[in-house]
């Protein structure tokens, strides 16, 4: 692969696959990564160097910061822990009956979510921290987005549902995915306004949480992450998408290897970065969006094969490939 000025390749990096990684709140500085060698480490990404792990019984298959000094993480073991990173410390919040595929911190109601296999989400008061219900789901979790109070659920069967954080007792809205395809990944718009919907089949939908006709009338979907050899269109699943929190615009990464920067608003794409050793597993935006972590780790698709190493790549953005043009 190229060097790249504005690009490194982060040190003690997983064993195994990259599940997920997440910056801090309000830091370009710190990163923390999930992953399937049953660890979540925290990285000080401009001294790159890894500051601490620690450690599940199991592959963990998300993470998040909840401030600052603790973080949240789950997978295979069906157990939610949290750590302290100030003391070194970790403890069980809590478990579900199934692996939990996402682990989400929510501000605006400052609640912690979680999604599983069990096909339910529940909650948890980070101040004690303990249960804060269970919300049963039509099939598996299997990713979930917060949007200021609002959460978005994507499920196996390609249903999507919208939970008000602050009254869920009962489900504001539920869709079909507009995609025919498994859905993979949902992340939403910084604005509020909707979310962006990937699925296995190459393709991206934007889609708007407003109901009403006029505001559904703008929603649309666009094939990407496809590769033409020798006359036959190949065609990745998008595996993962990251906002750009001051423009709204957004990352995509697939089983291709390559991340590409659109503009929904304007339904144009930005730019399209090198490509990548394998599959881009997961993506994120620091708060001011100058920096991209893009996680390049081999998620199995084609089964049992000699692959690339797991890798993160720390990425300089600027305006000209992030800002709407």
Same mark, same amino acid.
């Given at each position: 692969?190229?060097?790249?000025?504005?690009?490194?390749k982060?040190?003690q990096?997983?064993?195994?696959?990259?599940?997920?990684v997440?910056?801090?709140?309000? %830091?370009?500085?710190?990163?923390?990564?999930?992953?399937?060698d049953?660890?979540?480490?925290?990285y000080d990404?401009?001294?790159? /160097?890894?500051? %601490?792990?620690?450690?599940?019984?199991?592959?963990v298959?998300?993470c998040?910061?909840?401030?600052q000094t603790h973080?949240?993480s789950?997978?295979?073991? *069906?157990?939610l822990?949290t750590?302290?990173i100030?003391?070194?410390?970790e403890?069980?919040?809590g %478990?579900?009956?199934?692996?939990?595929?996402? /682990?989400?911190?929510?501000? =605006?109601?400052?609640?912690?979510?979680?999604g599983?296999?069990?096909?339910?989400v529940?909650?948890?008061?980070?101040?004690t921290?303990?249960?804060?219900?269970s919300?049963s789901?039509?099939?598996?979790?299997?990713t979930?987005a917060?949007?200021g109070?609002?959460?978005i /659920?994507?499920?196996?069967?390609?249903?999507?549902?919208?939970?008000? #954080? +602050?009254n869920?007792g009962?489900?504001?809205? +539920?869709? =079909?995915?507009?995609?025919?395809?498994?859905?993979?990944?949902?992340?939403?718009?910084?604005?509020?306004? &909707?979310?962006v919907?990937?699925?296995?089949?190459?393709r991206?939908?934007?889609?708007?949480? =407003?109901p009403?006709? @006029?505001?559904?009338?703008?929603?649309?979907?666009f094939k990407? *992450?496809?590769?033409?050899v020798?006359?036959i @269109?190949?065609?990745?699943?998008v595996?993962?998408?990251?906002? *750009?929190?001051l *423009?709204?615009?957004?990352a995509t990464? &697939?089983?291709?290897?390559?991340?590409?920067?659109w503009?929904?608003?304007?339904?144009?794409? #930005?730019?399209q970065? $090198?490509r990548?050793?394998?599959?881009?597993?997961?993506?994120?935006?620091?708060?001011?969006?100058?920096?991209?972590?893009?996680?390049?780790?081999?998620?199995f698709?084609?089964g049992?094969?000699? $692959?690339?190493e797991?890798?993160?790549?720390i990425r +300089?953005?600027?305006?000209q490939?992030t800002?709407?043009k």
């Open positions: 692969m190229p060097e790249v000025s504005n690009e490194y982060l040190n990096c997983a064993s195994d696959g990259i599940s997920s997440k910056f801090g709140p309000n %830091t370009s500085q710190f990163l923390l990564v999930s992953s399937w049953e660890t979540v480490r925290l990404i401009e001294a790159n /160097v890894m500051r %601490t792990k620690y450690n599940h019984t199991h592959a298959l998300d998040c910061f909840y401030d973080t949240y789950a997978g295979l073991d *069906h157990t822990k750590f302290d100030n003391t070194n410390t403890s069980v919040v %478990t579900h009956e199934a692996p939990v595929k996402c /682990v989400e911190y929510c501000p =605006d109601v400052n609640v912690i979510v979680t599983s296999w069990d096909q339910t529940k909650l948890w008061d980070p101040r921290p303990c249960n804060a219900g919300f789901q039509p099939d598996k979790v299997y979930m917060v949007s109070d609002r959460l /659920v994507g499920t196996a069967g390609r249903k999507v549902l919208v939970w008000d #954080l +602050r869920m009962y489900v504001q809205q +539920r869709r =079909d995915s507009s995609l025919k395809y498994q859905t993979r990944c949902i992340r939403s718009f910084p604005s509020k306004q &909707g979310y919907l990937s699925s296995i089949e190459g991206v939908a934007v889609e708007y949480l =407003d009403s006709p @006029e505001v559904q009338k703008k929603k649309y979907a990407c *992450h496809r590769l033409k020798n006359g @269109e190949n065609i990745y699943p595996n993962a998408i990251a906002f *750009h929190n *423009h709204n615009t957004f990464g &697939g089983s291709d290897g390559f991340v590409n920067i503009d929904g608003f304007n339904k144009k794409r #930005l730019c970065f $090198h990548y050793p394998t599959t881009i597993s997961s993506l994120a935006f620091s708060k001011d969006g100058s920096v991209l972590a893009i996680a390049s780790s081999y998620m698709e084609e049992e094969q000699d $692959h690339p797991d890798a993160i790549y +300089r953005v600027t305006d490939e800002k709407p």
